[in-house]
């Protein structure tokens, strides 16, 4: 942990150090954000789907039915959205960072970039965390879009739910600030798992076996690291009232 707060004071300080490099900043928001809508679509929808179509069952106990939207919506923002589009971009965009950064690595590339005076930090991190802090807050916008579809589409089809109801008590019920405690942590989370990937991608050793170990490790570490890093946010938040 130590190590990998280190590696991120130091590409806050390549940040706004010269040459900035937008060119290579635009080129990680494709590949990490625009390259991983597909996937946050297709999981939001089918999240949304399946917590709907739960939601649903667990209140006909009750015969509260028309809460379902309310549950929906709450869980979404505050907790599924950010934590599910996150680990979808682990999967994808994080065990790639990881993976190309190892390779440099094992291949000396890294040692090159030092020898033409050029900071691996600043040309291999600092634009991945660019990308990251402005793509997983709006991917986690339209995987809570494409959640509420999913549940209000099979919600109010399969199950009968009056659209009406399930669109009022989403609006009565969800506040601003629980949409802010999506977006604080997604913030968060991109932070989280970009320094991880990007630390064992710039710790790699050991030949190819050594690029496959730290992908491993770099996936798991950061998606363990995620959901500790949601429990300390949400009591935090929690506890600001947020």
Not at 178 to 185: A, E, N, S
């Amino acid at each position: 942990m130590g190590n990998i707060f280190t590696l991120f004071v130091q590409a806050l300080s390549w940040m706004v150090r010269r040459p900035f490099r937008p060119s290579l900043w635009i080129q990680q928001m494709n590949e990490i954000g625009v390259g991983s809508i597909t996937v946050v679509v297709l999981v939001g929808f089918f999240s949304g789907a399946v917590f709907g179509l739960q939601s649903y069952e667990a209140f006909k106990i009750f015969q509260a039915q028309a809460f379902t939207g309310t549950a929906v919506s709450l869980t979404l923002t505050r907790e599924i959205a950010p934590v599910l589009t996150t680990l979808m971009m682990i999967a994808r965009a994080g065990s790639a960072m990881a993976t190309e950064i190892a390779s440099m690595k094992i291949s000396e590339q890294v040692d090159a970039l030092k020898t033409i005076a050029v900071s691996p930090v600043q040309y291999l991190v600092v634009p991945r965390v660019v990308a990251s802090f402005f793509m997983v807050p709006a991917l986690t916008v339209v995987f809570l879009a494409c959640g509420m579809l999913g549940a209000y589409l099979f919600v109010c089809t399969l199950k009968g739910v009056d659209p009406g109801v399930f669109i009022y008590n989403i609006e009565w019920y969800t506040d601003p600030k629980d949409m802010l405690m999506g977006i604080v942590k997604s913030f968060v989370f991109a932070i989280i798992f970009t320094m991880i990937c990007c630390y064992y991608g710039l710790n790699a050793s050991g030949g190819a076996k050594g690029v496959g170990r730290a992908t491993t490790r770099a996936v798991v570490v950061s998606s363990v690291a995620i959901l500790w890093a949601d429990y300390i946010l949400t009591d935090i938040l929690i506890r600001f009232h947020i």
